[in-house]
């Protein structure tokens, strides 16, 4: 069986990392897997909306696999990170599509990194959120250090950042962290119904309005907003020359449901 399995629904990809023995943690091959899944997320005009999560319900992933880094600290493999990062995900800057994240118990380390990384958050009850890297002597590599205050602030970053302490999930949506908080056993419904929500929209209006939205938190306000009328966003200009726009006037107009195409 894969480490990682892919599904697709509709213009919805799955990507779930399947080592439920290992707390779905990531070793260099389930990293190189979701790498690609990602790569081939990226390129495929079908589809819109990827969701990832982890195997067996107990954990979404518990992070870099200590036991590989072992291995490699004694002369074994290396452990190999791709250049998209960990997850494939968290060095990823130019994906524009959505990605959501549904968290299932423990989300540590690079679990969580993979997370922050991701547009939307669902957690069930019984998830858990930490950086315990310090306690290993290590850091939150994998943008955990650059993300985590930009999402949450400085203060309450730093708290997690410097005690390694877990949060749960209801206080993972109180701090920003989480979209929805889901009932243990409910995560695949939950899922369905945050993908037909984004699905209703136009896939191109998705991807402008997530990179306008990324690249704009770089730029002053008033530049962010001229950039948009000025060409400065590529996908902000893809999506005014699509057929998509024609259609979703005309259906508004004829009173009726868009069919998007995605071009």
Same mark, same amino acid.
């Given at each position: 069986?894969?480490?990682?399995?892919?599904?697709?629904?509709?213009?919805?990809?799955?990507?779930?990392?399947?080592?439920?023995?290992?707390?779905?943690?990531?070793?260099?091959?389930?990293?190189? =897997?979701?790498? *690609?899944?990602?790569? #081939?997320?990226? %390129?495929?005009? @079908?589809?819109? $909306?990827?969701? +990832?999560?982890? !195997? &067996?319900?107990?954990?979404?992933?518990?992070?870099?696999?200590?036991?590989?880094?072992?291995?490699?600290?004694?002369?074994?493999?290396?452990?190999?990170?791709?250049?998209?990062?960990?997850?494939?995900?968290?060095?990823?800057?130019?994906?524009?599509?959505?990605?959501?994240?549904?968290?299932?118990?423990?989300?540590?380390?690079?679990?969580?990194?993979?997370?922050?990384?991701?547009? =939307?958050?669902? *957690?069930?009850?019984? #998830?858990?959120? %930490?950086?315990? @890297?310090?306690? $290993?002597?290590? +850091?939150?590599? !994998? &943008?955990?250090?650059?993300?985590?205050?930009?999402?949450?602030?400085?203060?309450?970053?730093?708290?997690?950042?410097?005690?390694?302490?877990?949060?749960?999930?209801?206080?993972?949506?109180?701090?920003?962290?989480?979209?929805?908080?889901?009932?243990?056993?409910?995560?695949?419904?939950?899922?369905?119904?945050?993908?037909?929500?984004?699905?209703?929209?136009?896939?191109?209006?998705?991807?402008?309005?997530?990179?306008?939205?990324?690249?704009?938190?770089?730029?002053?306000?008033?530049?962010?907003?001229?950039?948009?009328?000025?060409?400065?966003?590529?996908?902000?200009?893809?999506?005014?020359?699509?057929?998509?726009?024609?259609?979703?006037?005309?259906?508004?107009?004829?009173?009726?449901?868009?069919?998007?195409?995605?071009?």
């Amino acid at each position: 069986m894969s480490k990682v399995l892919t599904r697709i629904d509709g213009h919805v990809l799955t990507v779930t990392i399947n080592r439920p023995e290992a707390m779905n943690a990531l070793d260099p091959e389930t990293q190189a =897997l979701m790498s *690609a899944a990602f790569d #081939a997320f990226a %390129a495929d005009d @079908e589809l819109w $909306i990827a969701v +990832v999560r982890g !195997a &067996g319900g107990r954990a979404f992933s518990a992070g870099g696999d200590i036991r590989a880094m072992r291995t490699a600290l004694e002369g074994g493999a290396p452990y190999t990170i791709p250049a998209t990062g960990y997850g494939g995900l968290t060095s990823r800057f130019d994906l524009d599509k959505p990605v959501i994240a549904a968290v299932e118990g423990i989300a540590m380390g690079g679990g969580f990194e993979v997370a922050m990384a991701c547009d =939307l958050v669902l *957690a069930n009850r019984s #998830a858990s959120f %930490a950086l315990p @890297e310090p306690r $290993i002597g290590a +850091v939150a590599y !994998a &943008g955990g250090m650059h993300r985590l205050p930009r999402q949450i602030g400085m203060k309450r970053a730093m708290e997690l950042l410097l005690t390694a302490r877990s949060i749960d999930a209801e206080q993972a949506a109180e701090w920003g962290l989480v979209n929805e908080v889901v009932d243990d056993g409910a995560m695949d419904f939950a899922i369905a119904r945050w993908c037909a929500l984004l699905c209703a929209n136009a896939p191109l209006a998705l991807r402008a309005t997530k990179a306008a939205v990324r690249d704009g938190l770089a730029l002053p306000l008033d530049e962010a907003i001229r950039r948009q009328d000025a060409g400065g966003y590529p996908a902000i200009e893809a999506m005014r020359g699509s057929r998509d726009v024609v259609e979703g006037i005309m259906a508004f107009n004829q009173k009726r449901a868009p069919s998007w195409e995605g071009r």
